[in-house]
């Protein structure tokens, strides 16, 4: 459990991020703010700049796509998940928080943490892997007792 009032709790996704705060003296969180990445619930083709390259098979008339090396719903999401840690790194230079609980899935916290500064690293306390984006801010604390 971390006392301080200047605790952050960020969570996010590869498409949704948000900023919460714990209530003085109460068991319930503030949102601080909320945004959402441009390329929320597009598909990967819509994100490539034209169709898949076609080759040809060495015997006979057959064409066949040719599948992109990096899948472009990928690259937006890290490229969603530095833009917020650049978000907090800022927020951290500024003094605007004193201690930090990350929330993501599994597969994303890593790329997230790893793209913290040296100055907002230090201030982590809690890292929870869940996707707990959608959850309603009510239901939150249940899931993040140990920080509250």
Do not use: C, Y
Request: hydrophobic share 45%; charged share 25%; proline share 6%.
């Amino acid at each position: 459990m971390v006392h301080h009032a200047r605790l952050w709790i960020v969570i996010i996704d590869g498409e949704h991020v948000r900023f919460l705060m714990p209530q003085p003296h109460r068991r319930e969180l503030h949102e601080i703010s909320a945004r959402t990445s441009p390329h929320a619930g597009v598909r990967s083709s819509a994100l490539g700049t034209d169709r898949p390259g076609r080759s040809f098979e060495s015997v006979g008339a057959t064409r066949h796509a040719i599948e992109p090396k990096h899948d472009a719903h990928e690259r937006a999401k890290a490229a969603f998940l530095r833009a917020v840690a650049e978000e907090i790194n800022r927020a951290a230079a500024e003094g605007r928080f004193d201690h930090l609980v990350v929330v993501a899935p599994v597969d994303e916290l890593p790329m997230l943490t790893e793209a913290l500064s040296a100055q907002a690293s230090a201030r982590v306390v809690g890292r929870l892997g869940k996707d707990l984006v959608k959850v309603p801010i009510h239901a939150l604390p249940d899931h993040l007792n140990e920080w509250l």
